[in-house]
């Protein structure tokens, strides 16, 4: 079955410090791959995408992810986290069929101690 | 790049009662269509999708249903609320064939059956 796991529910960094979400997938076909980022009360935005080339792909706000085909993994990385990275990430997967259909994961609530 | 609208923004509606929620699209032509709920603490539950006007695939069996009247339109109705249809509804467009491509999220619309 296809799906999206999201292992962290919330993780809580320093302002400063590195960060890492993580995303294991499991899907048939080839992935394409989402992350996208969500505030409180608003819809969501897309952070990066993977679907085909060089497997470190860079994003918005300065995130970055790996896709890994031997772990089924796609990775969320962050250097220096900033106090507006507060918010709630999606990993998803797509790409099987022309009807654009994703799945998500659960999602991980990222909070930001000063 | 395409913009989503949604109305309204909130809502709160007796059980029982009707429900009508709206979604635009600017920028595309015939796009693919979404309709997400995602109920509190939750990940995005994908209610409808639609790759063409009048044309509807449901993913969940409930008491909720979708209308494309137009091209760039989506609606989500209900004829009789209940209690569980409390959450925040997102409706996403991705361009028409687009397994490739990314969904464009509108800001949602929150809404409390009471």
């Known amino acids: 079955a296809q799906s999206v796991t999201q292992p962290d529910i919330h993780i809580t960094v320093s302002e400063g410090a590195s960060l890492e979400l993580r995303c294991n997938y499991s899907?048939?076909?080839?992935?394409?791959l989402f992350w996208y980022v969500q505030s409180p009360g608003q819809g969501l935005q897309l952070l990066l995408k993977?679907?085909?080339?060089?497997?470190l792909v860079q994003g918005i706000k300065g995130f970055e992810a790996e896709f890994k085909r031997s772990q089924s993994s796609f990775n969320l990385r962050k250097p220096s986290v900033h106090w507006s990275d507060a918010a709630e990430y999606f990993c998803?997967?797509?790409?099987?069929?022309?009807?654009?259909?994703?799945?998500f994961g659960q999602g991980t609530t990222l909070q930001v101690k000063p | 790049s395409q913009t989503i609208h949604q109305w309204p923004a909130t809502l709160v509606q007796p059980v029982g009662s009707p429900l009508s929620l709206e979604c635009t699209v600017e920028?595309?032509?015939?796009?693919?269509l979404y309709w997400y709920r995602q109920a509190a603490g939750r990940g995005l539950q994908l209610l409808f999708y639609?790759?063409?006007?009048?044309?509807i695939s449901s993913e969940v069996p409930q008491n909720l249903s979708a209308s494309r009247p137009q091209d760039r339109q989506f609606i989500l109705s209900s004829k009789k609320l209940l209690l569980s249809d409390s959450g925040f509804y997102l409706c996403?467009?991705?361009?028409?064939?687009?397994?490739?491509?990314?969904?464009?999220f509108g800001p949602g619309t929150r809404l409390t059956v009471l």
């Open positions: 998803a997967v797509g790409g099987s069929s022309n009807t654009g259909k994703l799945i």
């Open positions: 996403a467009s991705t361009l028409a064939g687009g397994f490739t491509d990314t969904q464009y």
């Open positions: 993977y679907f085909s080339g060089d497997t």
């Open positions: 639609s790759v063409g006007i009048g044309q």
């Open positions: 920028g595309t032509s015939n796009p693919n």
């Open positions: 899907y048939g076909a080839t992935p394409y």
